[in-house]
């Protein structure tokens, strides 16, 4: 493979403006396919799933799936669009073994929703509108598998296996207008849109949109354009990227490629290229200089979809609380600052913190423990929040016995630290550790009583007023009970003993 030429970000931003279009892959998840009743249940036996309509075999009919259409007027609708009055679906003619029909079911120049925009909230809190083109329905295609080659792709492969279990299954693609405006934080944007969309999605339960699954997935369209140029650059389009952080990767080094051939006089290529996670980079792929001819025509064998204006409105009057909104929501009734939002949802904290308050916490203690003792454990074994082995419900627990005077903050970090070394659940570790606070005012006073007769002169000076004193004498109870004491009551206790007014 040759080594592609890049360019430093800093030389190429200095040089060009990036202008990005993103196109979305969202697999609903329906119960069935979009035009046929198979199940779209994920993991069965190879083309145990399939039916004379999602194989194409002659005679079939298909038939809308209302949940599918549904569904696609929702996102439609949290995305600001309108909805068509009327539109067909329509068939994009091409020939692949993983599609037996020969045709895509699609929509073309009659999308269902149309004209919106998504404002998407960067790292340092800026909110940028992306303009959304359309938001179409189609269905999947088939899962090739190309076996005997080094890489999985074709080429090399000695044969190929194909599953048509997926082929069918309803699919949105949501495809933005020409993102421009962004700068050097071009790379930023995609990434920022593609989270805020995933989170769209999720809200409004039409999805799982799982990426590492491929429930969603994203083309990333880019050129780049001399600064102060208004006519676009040629594009490239590197397909199918499945993560957050690979859709950041490929623009960002698509754009340090384009400058890298621009600036030496090279010109760009209309083309679609791959993702390759290992390194970030992309190498070429379809050569597109001219628009395909797929031969689009409307379907006949489906009426045109005419989503009534009662049930659009309908529609929407039912979609959740947007996740932007809803965040800022949540960090009013929390009372925090924009960049401690900002970090809960860097730290991809904010469901388990509702979860942790779903499980009776306070949002400040959930969002305590979160954010520091079991970050900073994530971080150390570079793992993600969620992964960290604690369940909110434990940690809800931790914070209950807080509250309730049975830990102090001290041996709660002690329970969580013996929660994720598999000790068991936050009272096994108590127990086990023999972590509780102790309450038990007969040994407490007792220990106040050995510290006072063991710090005599000590005492005296808190006898004569000082009381600033008294923490010498509280750190030697705290000593004896190996820090299981409740600093507060302590202190309470000896100058109670001392005769002295706190
Ligand atoms: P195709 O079907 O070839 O992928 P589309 O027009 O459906 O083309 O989608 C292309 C995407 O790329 C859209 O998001 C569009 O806004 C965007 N786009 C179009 N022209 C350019 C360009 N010159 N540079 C960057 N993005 C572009
Ligand atoms: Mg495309
Ligand atoms: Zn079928």
């Not at 940028?128 to 190309?146: C, L, N, P, W, Y």
């Not at 063991?454 to 030697?476: E, Q």
Request: hydrophobic residues 40%; aromatic residues 4%; negative net charge.
């Amino acid at each position: 493979m040759t080594v592609t030429e890049l360019l430093s970000y800093e030389d190429a931003l200095a040089a060009y403006d990036p202008v990005m279009g993103l196109e979305v892959h969202v697999e609903l998840g329906t119960r069935t396919k979009m035009f046929c009743g198979c199940s779209t249940a994920l993991g069965a036996e190879p083309n145990s799933q399939v039916c004379p309509t999602c194989l194409g075999l002659p005679g079939s009919l298909p038939v809308v799936n209302e949940t599918g259409v549904e569904s696609a007027v929702k996102i439609g609708l949290a995305l600001n669009c309108s909805i068509a009055e009327w539109c067909r679906f329509a068939r994009k003619n091409y020939f692949y073994p993983d599609m037996p029909k020969n045709f895509q079911t699609s929509q073309y120049d009659e999308p269902i929703a149309y004209d919106g925009y998504l404002d998407v909230q960067l790292e340092d809190g800026e909110v940028f509108r992306v303009q959304i083109e359309r938001a179409h329905m189609e269905e999947d295609t088939g899962k090739s598998t190309h076996v005997g080659g080094a890489t999985g792709r074709i080429h090399g492969a000695s044969h190929s296996l194909l599953d048509y279990n997926r082929a069918g299954i309803p699919l949105i693609e949501i495809v933005t207008k020409p993102i421009e405006g962004a700068g050097d934080r071009a790379p930023e944007v995609a990434r920022a849109y593609v989270a805020e969309l995933r989170e769209l999605i999720k809200a409004l339960g039409v999805s799982e949109a799982r990426m590492e699954m491929g429930q969603m997935r994203c083309d990333v369209n880019l050129s780049l354009r001399p600064r102060g140029e208004q006519k676009f650059g040629t594009r490239s389009e590197t397909k199918n990227v499945n993560s957050l952080r690979s859709v950041e990767r490929a623009a960002r080094f698509e754009i340090q490629r384009h400058a890298a051939v621009l600036t030496s006089g090279g010109t760009i290529v209309q083309e679609t290229r791959h993702f390759h996670e290992e390194d970030g980079s992309t190498t070429s792929g379809r050569i597109k200089e001219e628009a395909e001819d797929y031969r689009y025509f409307p379907e006949p064998d489906l009426v045109p979809v005419a989503p009534s204006r009662e049930w659009v409105e309908e529609l929407r009057a039912g979609l959740p609380e947007l996740p932007r909104l809803r965040r800022k929501r949540l960090q009013e009734e929390w009372g925090i600052a924009d960049h401690e939002m900002q970090s809960v949802l860097n730290a991809g904290a904010l469901d388990l913190i509702l979860a942790t308050i779903a499980e009776g916490a306070d949002s400040a203690a959930a969002r305590k423990w979160w954010m520091g003792e079991l970050a900073r454990h994530a971080n150390e074994s570079g793992a993600e929040l969620a992964a960290v082995p604690i369940t909110p419900a434990q940690v809800a627990r931790v914070a209950a016995l807080v509250a309730a005077g049975d830990l102090n903050d001290k041996l709660a970090r002690q329970v969580i630290e013996g929660v994720l070394a598999g000790e068991g659940g936050p009272d096994e570790v108590v127990d086990r550790r023999g972590l509780k606070v102790v309450s038990d005012e007969g040994a407490l006073g007792k220990a106040v009583d050995d510290a006072i007769a063991a710090n005599a002169a000590v005492a005296d000076r808190i006898r004569g007023g000082n009381l600033a004193a008294a923490g010498a004498l509280i750190g030697a109870v705290m000593k004896a009970t190996r820090g299981q004491a409740d600093a507060k009551r302590v202190r309470e206790l000896v100058l109670e003993k001392l005769g002295v007014q706190g």
